[in-house]
């Protein structure tokens, strides 16, 4: 297989979400064929793409069936198994992003130091194995602090407060005793995230940064683009260009940041893959996300990125999907449905893009 | 099945060529299933939908489960058989546009018929049922003459030009002695279309006039909007929204005009269905006519039709796609890629928008 992937190839997909849905629709649009592998029957990306292999992600011969029949194989979520990825990347197939970026991606504490390492600021932040590293973390950062489990948990799952020492037995219970990372608390006043592509041939390529509104750990709201300093916007520019640079990444990555009262940044976290707050780009911007993302492991040339509109992106959680024959008149509002039948509390089921003129 | 259809329903689509795609991609952003049905193996729209059924147009066995799965049906092509739409009809499927629209676009003298008693503008035509009509029709309306089949033919395949009586013999055996039309030549400067939309509330919604090239028949180039004379506006608008009344149109059409030296309009043809010269939409509006189809056959509002943005749309035929990694790298072209595999001269295997500013 040589790049530029030709129109007519197939481009594999590990999970099958709303993420793999959007995916899949950018990637036909481009002439490609799309396969996902999913463990989840009727799911949201297999109704819009050529094939589904319903497997466990860890299924070694579903894997070499998707390897065979696909020129790229890239994912919608980061927590993919480290040997699924192996596995593809030892029998020769194309994987983007490489499995370096998920294996950062999915411990906590792997992820801050190399984002350190690289020169991006975070928290503060100790390594927690146990109750006596708790111990000593309050007493080097204070408190109160963030106990999170290293791998696992999204969506502000799987984390606890720890605000003095007794309180260092429940916590480390709480998270399931598992290893563990403490970090101290953000001082932000927003939160920040920026969409930022890698080609094959590096050139790289950052929508404007945008501002999330997280309720209950999860996403409510982005508006793109933020407005904010010059300098704050330089920083985030630096900071995903830094972060695509040390990855050696090809793809689409979300960066999500937290902005100081003095306009300074610190990272939060990073998730290898096309992410929740660019779903704005669908319909504020020329060449999409996932678009992007299908040309970058592609290795076609990556699309402009400017905003041509202001964007208002909300999510539609559970119940709030209920809201469509609303929107559905509305003339600013672009609706984005994956197709999910059960409308649980907090759960995906589409977003809304509000549409307006950028100001002047 | 009550309207407007609620996310989660299945649409079924008769055909299943790059429009049905098109629809089908639409259909899923706004969170329906889509099953098609077509005679074609590996279709361009079978990989980007729920379901296909391979099978017939006419094959009733194939059409109740088509129906038995549908909360409505609609078409990409105009040539369905009389016979599956009726059959459809009658077992209660919910069929938009509906089968008269069909009927009437499958032959082209009840088409002219029908368009000159609804008070729209078409060239003169006769009726030629043999050599002899032909030899009247010359008599009457003068040569040359563009004989036509009633039903079948379309870019620019089954029509012959007559200059003169002695030519009517072969002309009527070359066009293989069917039921045929004679139309006077268009005095036309130029081709323009609109497309045009109908709500199942009777709402209508009209995209910008657009100019059409044509070359050997087939579309080449779509430029959106058309710049024109208010009065020549103001006719392509009335006559788009005559026509979606007196056929009691549900859905999307597309009208084809000729625009003569005075800027007056003749109707040419009528398309129920999406059209090519509307794929400019996908790029220049914020609902396309993909969507606008899939919100009017399923009984939601109408969305806005402004023109966002200048779209120059070029037709990819044959091996024209083998441009796609030349298009790739122009940040103004969006690529749209059927997923045909076979580059046959003539063949419409995608399209480009090339966008840029509104003129102020």
Redesign the interface.
Known sequence: MSF?L???ATIGILGAGQLG?ML??AA???????IVLTPEENSPA?????GAIVAAYDDLSALDVLADRCGVITCEFENVPARALAHLEQRGALVAPCSRAFALAQDRLAEKTFLNEAGLPTVRFAQVDGEKDLDAALELLGAPLLLKTRRGGYDGKGQVWVRSAPEAASAFEAIGRRPAIAETPADFVRECAVIAARGRDGQTALYPLTRSEHEGGILRRTIAPAEAAPATLAAAAQAAERLLVALDYVGVLGLELFERADGSLLVNEFAPRVHNTGHWTL?GC??DQFEQHV?AVAG??L??TDALARVEMLNLLGED?DR??VL??D??A??????K?DARDGRKM?HVNL?SPLAL
Do not use: T
């Open positions: 530029p030709a129109p007519g849905r899949a629709m036909a649009r481009l002439g490609f064929d799309v297999a109704r819009v793409c050529a319909d020329a060449v040309r076609w040339p699309g402009p999907v469509w024959e559905a008149s003339p600013s672009r609706l984005w449905l994956y197709g039948a589409g549409v």
